[in-house]
């Protein structure tokens, strides 16, 4: 359960506090006693980036803001240090917790804040058995005391929301949320946020002749969905919408090109981008930012059953491209593409794709880096790598040459679903160029989209990467698009 955020505006002499420092000094609204009091002066002259004083009704937890460090870097290592605390924190079995600060940054509450939100969350759905170790609990209030902005508090709350159910949606295996599973799903997020949701089914698919998503699904017993989400508010800063599109594999197999070892383990969550997408609209419409926004999600599983397609297939895409398929597992740009072609009929200004797309992307980036390559002008660049470092969801740009192209030419269609083994990340942006009349921005978040193990707040299986990374960009972008233009 996901802790409640409230603004404060005194502490009781009992209530448990974390009061993050940027100086050697205890403030005297955390009510220490003399001994107390001189116990935590001495630990941080000590370099102590922890002070723990149970006090027996209450506890105090003092964290020194990291020396020697500033800017993004400063506010991921709060997040982080928050982070750290959770199991100290869930052993005290607090009801609620109080997080203040003193002599540091404006927003470092905030942050503080957001890593401990996130790196509470846990999917836990389908247990059935509570272990002695998981009686305890985390807070369920979190009371920010000091210098806190009500908007930046309200963008905290939407915000890690949608972290939340994103990560809520990645984690749900196939048995319970198909393609049709995710359809519904996205449509009652939408009705909560104020957000439109236009649910395509396999029938109005088969009539836009969206290829390379009836392609994909043909292995499948369960039909594809097409969502169109919007945010369309009264006044809205720009005359030509953004769409986002994300994809939506509920599962993949890698088709008759299956995945062997244990390629296919965490295959349930290929349908991150298509999270992430709903994730930014419920964002933007609980917030009311002022911009047209559009996703488009392709979606469908990917399995070797029934009339699967096959290598050397050709398929015919929306906007009538044909596509030699050079591998079945080679899925994801394909759904893509008919997405980003039925994009064009928004006359976008831009567009911007996400997707747990190439093992290319992850092997060169790891979990670091969101993998970008990109067509459009360089202030959305800008922009998105500057929201990146906020929020510590940084991306890295590769190059997006003309000559990357080549190795997707086919000898008997337009193009091949797949290069050869090199730039496998880059030939699948190239790929998708392919089917983008307008500027394209395209993420892979192959590597930090799925995790094997928790980083910090980030959590192993279903992080939510990309989700505030879009959101603070769309934020940002509906602030500064006067002067942006």
């Not at 603004?7 to 005297?28: F, M, T």
């Not at 006090?55 to 993004?72: N, P, Q």
């Not at 305890?136 to 890690?160: Q, R, V």
């Not at 996400?354 to 067509?375: C, E, K, R, V, Y």
Request: aromatic share 8%; net charge positive.
């Amino acid at each position: 359960m996901k802790p409640e955020i409230v603004k404060i505006s005194q502490i009781s002499p009992d209530q448990s506090v974390v009061c993050i420092v940027g100086k050697n000094e205890v403030p005297p609204f955390l009510n220490l006693n003399k001994t107390e009091k001189e116990y935590a002066l001495k630990q941080l002259r000590n370099k102590v980036e922890l002070v723990f004083i149970n006090s027996y009704f209450k506890c105090t937890y003092i964290v020194k803001v990291k020396e020697g460090i500033s800017g993004f870097r400063e506010k991921e290592e709060l997040r982080k240090a928050a982070a750290g605390m959770k199991k100290l924190l869930k052993s005290n079995n607090h009801s609620e917790l109080v997080i203040s600060s003193t002599s540091t940054y404006k927003g470092a509450i905030e942050d503080f804040t957001e890593g401990l939100v996130l790196s509470f969350y846990s999917f836990d759905k389908y247990k059935t058995k509570d272990e002695d170790e998981e009686k305890k609990n985390y807070p369920s209030k979190l009371l920010l005391y000091g210098d806190t902005d009500k908007a930046e508090m309200k963008w905290l709350t939407d915000l890690t929301d949608a972290v939340y159910f994103v990560r809520d949606l990645i984690n749900e295996p196939v048995n319970h949320l198909n393609a049709a599973g995710l359809g519904s799903a996205i449509e009652k997020i939408g009705k909560s946020a104020g957000f439109k949701v236009d649910v395509l089914t396999k029938g109005k698919i088969e009539a836009l002749k969206m290829g390379g998503l009836l392609a994909v699904n043909k292995g499948s017993v369960d039909p594809p969905v097409f969502c169109i989400l919007e945010w369309n508010p009264a006044k809205p800063v720009n005359k030509q919408p953004f769409v986002l599109v994300g994809k939506g594999i509920v599962y993949d197999t890698g088709g008759l090109n299956i995945k062997t070892g244990d390629y296919m383990a965490s295959m349930k969550g290929d349908m991150a981008g298509a999270a992430t997408v709903t994730g930014v609209l419920y964002t933007a419409a609980k917030s009311n930012l002022p911009l047209h926004i559009v996703g488009l999600i392709p979606a469908t599983d990917n399995r070797p059953g029934g009339n699967a397609y096959t290598q050397g297939d050709i398929i015919t895409m929306y906007n009538k491209t044909t596509v030699e398929v050079g591998n079945t597992d080679a899925e994801g740009r394909l759904i893509l593409a008919d997405a980003i072609s039925y994009a064009s009929k928004y006359k976008p200004e831009i567009i911007i794709d996400i997707a747990t797309l190439t093992g290319s992307a992850a092997s060169t980036f790891g979990n670091q880096a969101i993998a970008m390559m990109t067509n459009a002008d360089r202030k959305y660049i800008t922009l998105l790598e500057d929201c990146g470092n906020h929020v510590y969801e940084r991306i890295s740009e590769l190059p997006f040459w003309d000559e990357y192209g080549e190795s997707i030419k086919s000898d008997i269609a337009d193009i091949r679903n797949i290069g050869g083994r090199e730039a496998g990340a880059i030939t699948a942006g190239k790929f998708l160029e392919k089917f983008a009349k307008f500027p394209l921005i395209h993420l892979d978040i192959a590597g930090p989209g799925m995790l094997k193990k928790d980083d910090h707040y980030r959590l192993k299986e279903g992080p939510g990467s990309g989700l505030r990374l879009l959101a603070t960009f769309v934020r940002k972008l509906a602030a500064d698009y006067k002067k942006l233009k």
